[in-house]
């Protein structure tokens, strides 16, 4: 089947734009994950989305970051008012459930903030 | 406080080879969850294991196997007779069960080169 999708790969950005990235999990997957990783860094956990609902966002830097899942399995991460230190790979993982259920990984959303 | 600890920063070695990679962790949970993951050029990160806190067992896969010892908080991984394929960035990852997050916490990766 078919496995996590993220769109666009690659966002070319000024600072000061907004951008949206958006995930598509594993078809029948709740558990939905959004992580960033910075050069040379492992991935750093966003946010939590257990169905339509997100569970923890204990990892969101600050106010300018904000994600939805409003259908319990598209996903959109939207960053406002980007600046350059947001320049990273955006991963989204998938799971079949929220109990420490093995987290699937899509390849990424590239974005670098000019 | 979750951490994990990859000290090797970069290995190279000459193909076929064995190599070992190292992962140390940190947690107050009893109940917990070790992961390794590859990353390759391409850069989707690629599930390897996943393995519980009470289950100390070594696991063996073809040429991957890995060592859990919970006396001294290390889950490595041995790569046996290494191929120019196993090329990568690897993470090793650490999920608490105790808490509702679910979240994975990764260390910062060993960048594993195979020379022909």
């Known amino acids: 089947g078919a496995g996590v999708s993220q769109t666009p790969s690659n966002k070319v950005t000024e600072k000061g734009k907004y951008v949206e990235l958006r995930c598509d999990p594993i078809?029948?997957?709740?558990?939905l994950y959004w992580y960033r990783q910075s050069l040379g860094q492992g991935p750093e956990f966003l946010i939590y989305f257990q169905g339509t609902g997100a569970a923890d966002d204990s990892g969101l830097p600050n106010d300018r970051f904000f994600a939805v899942r409003p259908e319990g399995s598209v996903s959109t991460l939207k960053i406002q008012r980007t600046e350059r230190g947001d320049s990273a790979v955006y991963l989204c993982?998938?799971?079949?459930?929220?109990?420490?259920?093995?987290?699937?990984f899509g390849p990424g959303t590239r974005l670098l903030v000019l | 406080a979750q951490k994990v600890t990859q000290a090797q920063t970069e290995i190279s070695v000459v193909e076929k080879e064995d190599v070992t990679l190292d992962c140390v962790y940190e947690?107050?949970?009893?109940?917990?969850?070790l992961f390794w993951y590859k990353q390759p050029p391409s850069g989707e990160l690629v599930f390897l294991i996943r393995r519980n806190s009470f289950d100390e067992q070594n696991e063996i896969s073809g040429r991957y196997s890995w060592n859990f010892q919970k006396s001294t908080s290390s889950f490595n991984f041995t790569i046996t007779a290494s191929q120019v394929v196993d090329s990568a960035v690897y993470f090793c990852?650490?999920?608490?069960?105790?808490?509702?997050?679910?979240?994975?916490?990764f260390g910062q990766g060993t960048r594993l080169t195979i020379n022909p």
């Open positions: 993982a998938s799971s079949r459930s929220g109990n420490q259920e093995t987290q699937y």
């Open positions: 990852a650490l999920s608490e069960a105790n808490q509702g997050a679910q979240k994975l916490v």
């Open positions: 078809s029948g997957h709740t558990a």
């Open positions: 947690t107050r949970d009893t109940t917990y969850y």
